[in-house]
């Protein structure tokens, strides 16, 4: 029997979004403390979410495609942003000692969750019981068998990028990771891989990983760029629930 | 260096990414995909189709614009859409405060054809099968339930202002469209349950086929 206090009854028009302001917000405010309503309250935006099934598909004119297309080109360009890898000297790239320390504690988590990511599901999230993240990378059609993740930090402070499957680029280029978040592109860092196309790096952002939604791999000029230029080889949600 | 994509194999997540990478191929893709869902949709609620195609390119645009802000985990893209789509059609409705007494769909417009672009059967046959669970759900419902659900969802009127709509009282209201939604759920729910039975004998016969 629910409890008097619940807000069943409201659950399905608030999902429907039409229930007066007021009541939404008695349902929003409950929904915060109640995992019986929430669940039920899932179940019913699930249905409300079904509903636009019903609709069917209609043919836009074939103008509108062109339209869509046309207003693209040049409505986003990347926003420039400080490139944190480039501009700072050989010395202050260097890692430090406690740096190299935690990176290859870092690393050897990361080989360690690869052949586990790999061996249960290529696309899941592996979570280790610290709270640490493997974010499992895409590779593009540029360089197909390449692999790669990001692991992160409980507190997303610490992370870093193992990749695989990444040849060594000429004296010119390096490879670049970009963290992304909405329009903007950080750098995260810049780095190459041995003979054996294997490399890893630590991750350097202002900031807490968390609050970036995903992250790519390009080909940049050695030192790394202000914004990307060259052809993404890895990419991939970073996405921490 | 540079290889000749063809973006119509990947999954719709794979495309959100390379429209954040700011591939117009991958929102080309995209639009192939789901354009008619969303162009649909906002015609459905608006009732115009000139207004409803301004709807499907703030839409694409939004998705170019924003792709960063998906999250994978909280919905499939195709959810992602109709959910931003039916809100922005609403509010352009609330906007220009001209709304139809009823809801712009008919009933009678929910007809079989029409499904996704996809190149994947296995998705498509998925969707097509929900969509006709969802359609024969809709259509099992009595019609004042029916009727009130439609101007909720697809008018985006509150229940108040569907009982001024119906002339009927609110509490009247609020019991058709919170009885409707228990309908669909259980509905959906059985339909679902069956074909999972379905599916499991099937297999459970293939298995002793094999043995």
Known sequence: ?241 | MKLSVDYARYEDERLILLVVQLRPEALDQLYERYGRLVFGLALAIVGDRSTAEEITLDIFMRVWQKAASYRADKAKVSTWLTHIARHHAIDVLRRQAVRPDQSALSLDEITPDGAIQTQDPEKLAEHLLLRERVRSAISRLPAEQMQALMLAYFGGYTQSEIADILQQPLGTVKTRIRLAMQKLRELLSEEQESEDKSTRSVHTYSISEEN
């Not at chain 1, 999902?15 to 019986?36: F, N, P, R, T, Y």
């Not at chain 1, 190299?100 to 999230?125: C, D, H, P, T, Y």
């Not at chain 1, 060259?230 to 629930?241: A, Q, R, S």
């Open chain 1, 1 to 241: 029997m629910p409890d008097e206090s619940h807000v069943l009854d409201l659950l399905p028009a608030f999902a429907l979004g039409s229930l007066e302001a007021d009541e939404a917000l008695q349902v929003e405010d409950h929904l915060l403390s109640c995992w019986i309503c929430r669940r039920e309250s899932g179940d019913f935006r699930t249905i409300a979410v079904q509903l636009s099934l019903a609709v069917p598909p209609v043919d836009p004119p074939p103008e509108l495609k062109e339209r869509l297309m046309r207003s693209i080109q040049g409505s986003r360009a990347p926003q420039p942003v400080p490139a944190q890898a480039s501009g700072r000297s050989w010395l202050e790239r260097l890692l430090p000692v406690w740096g190299l320390a935690s990176l290859a504690l870092i690393l050897l988590l990361g080989v360690f969750s690869l052949a586990l990511w790999q061996r249960v599901n290529l696309l899941e999230i592996a979570t280790s019981s610290g709270g640490m993240r493997a974010v499992p990378l895409n590779a593009t059609d540029e360089i197909p068998n390449a692999t790669g993740f990001v692991l992160v930090g409980a507190d997303g402070r610490n992370g870093a990028l193992v990749v695989d499957g990444l040849p060594p680029l000429d004296e010119a280029h390096q490879y670049q990771l970009w963290l992304v978040r909405d329009d903007t592109r950080t750098s995260g860092a810049v780095f190459s891989t041995d003979e054996q196309n294997y490399g890893g790096t630590r991750i350097r952002a202002s900031g807490s990983l968390l609050e970036y939604s995903a992250v790519s791999v390009t080909v940049e000029p050695t030192g790394g760029s202000p914004q990307p230029t060259g052809v993404v080889v890895l990419d991939g949600f970073l996405i921490i629930p």
